[in-house]
């Protein structure tokens, strides 16, 4: 298993399906190569200052180490985005919710496929297409 480090390759999975716990979002995305697993830690920071997202982070590596690999598909990249809940949730229930949540299919397809209608700046304000976007007065 390896590490996702690089922006692209989390942005890739960003756009896959996610799964949601207390905890944290599991994010997951096929490769079409045949490398590892890869995963990466996330951590925001609306979720506190930066000991508590290291401890948010290190609680997730440390999940991820006591799981057993073969729970995990061939060929995928996942992050696991880390929620303020981390810290105060008991370690074993969080380990149950990250097992369930890679056993589970994947509530929400990869974004960006919906096929309706564009919606553009101009639709979204009310406007015409080609109106000036707005005039301050004088």
Known sequence: MDRLRQRPDFLA??????????AF????????DLGPIRIGFTVTKKNGNAPERNRIRRRLREL???L???SMQPHHDYVL???RDALSRDFATM?????IALSKPARHTAKGTDKGPSKGP???RGQRPGAPAS???D
């Open 13 to 22: 999975v960003a756009n896959g399906a996610r799964v949601n716990s207390p």
């Open 25 to 32: 979002v599991l994010q997951s995305r096929r490769r079409d």
């Open 64 to 66: 991820v180490k006591r």
């Open 68 to 70: 057993d690999p073969v």
């Open 81 to 83: 985005v880390g929620r």
């Open 95 to 99: 380990l149950d919710d990250l097992r």
């Open 122 to 124: 101009a639709k979204a």
């Open 135 to 137: 005039r301050k007065p």
